[in-house]
């Protein structure tokens, strides 16, 4: 939610991986493990960049999540385990973690 008294620029909602998802045993990496998948079907990597999420051009409330899907071509935060994009090994316990950004607009 944007709260700023100016908001005519409305915002945006970044995601990056400030941790990379992780082997906690081996500390293998899984590469391209969380997708985000957009409103309008954009499949998105989460990686160490930040990447737009969600771009709210008159500001104001947005629940981001509401839309959120339980299958893998809806909206909303994805887990895609691929065990060949892992550097060591591909068992064990994972995390990672994501920071989320809301920016204000031009």
């Known amino acids: 939610m944007d709260t700023r008294s100016r908001s005519k620029g409305g915002w945006t909602l970044t995601a990056k991986?400030?941790?990379e998802m992780?082997?906690?045993s081996t500390q293998s990496i899984m590469n391209e493990a969380l997708h985000y998948i957009t409103e309008d079907g954009t499949d998105i990597t989460l990686d160490t960049n930040a990447s737009d999420i969600v771009v709210n051009p008159s500001g104001g409330s947005v629940d981001v999540s509401s839309t959120w899907g339980?299958?893998?071509s809806t909206p909303g935060l994805k887990l895609v385990a691929d065990p060949s994009k892992t550097t060591?090994?591909?068992?064990?316990?994972?995390?990672?973690?994501?920071?989320?950004?809301?920016?204000?607009?031009?």
């Open 70 to 72: 339980t299958t893998a």
């Open 88 to 106: 060591i090994s591909n068992i064990g316990s994972y995390s990672a973690e994501i920071t989320w950004t809301i920016a204000a607009g031009p």
């Open 22 to 24: 992780k082997n906690n």
């Open 17 to 19: 991986l400030s941790k």
